[in-house]
């Protein structure tokens, strides 16, 4: 079991930067792989970003590629979305999660923990 507290959300101006932090606490967090996803109302959750145990492979959706960047800090438990370029599209909840064990992870039902999400809103 994982607990995942999400921060650092909040109102930006289009082109702006945020940094969202994930805290975990629980069982080991280098053997989770850790993700970031986000969600409009009405629609699904969307993939955004995702990281291995060990931050040596990252992967992202074409939409933020380039402008976002997911890593983390094992000895800190806590993994982070670094938000750059900031559009009004990028608008939505933020959510992030955990998967216990290896394998690649970019879908919601590839992750057993969420977080309980950090809205983040872009002005245009």
């Known amino acids: 079991q994982v607990q995942l507290v999400e921060s650092g959300g909040g109102l930006v101006q289009t082109g702006g930067s945020l940094r969202l932090s994930c805290a975990a606490s629980?069982?080991?967090?280098?053997?989770?792989?850790m993700g970031w996803f986000h969600q409009t109302p009405g629609k699904e959750r969307e993939f955004v970003a995702a990281i291995s145990r060990s931050g040596g492979s990252t992967y992202y959706a074409d939409s933020v590629k380039g402008r976002f960047t997911i890593s983390r800090d094992n000895a800190k438990n806590t993994v982070y979305l670094q938000m750059n370029s900031l559009k009004p599209e990028d608008t939505a909840v933020y959510y992030c999660?955990?998967?216990?064990?290896?394998?690649?992870?970019?879908?919601?039902?590839?992750?057993?923990?969420w977080g309980q999400g950090t809205q983040v809103t872009v002005s245009s």
């Open positions: 629980g069982r080991t967090f280098g053997d989770y792989n």
């Open positions: 999660a955990a998967r216990y064990g290896s394998g690649t992870a970019l879908t919601t039902r590839d992750y057993n923990y």
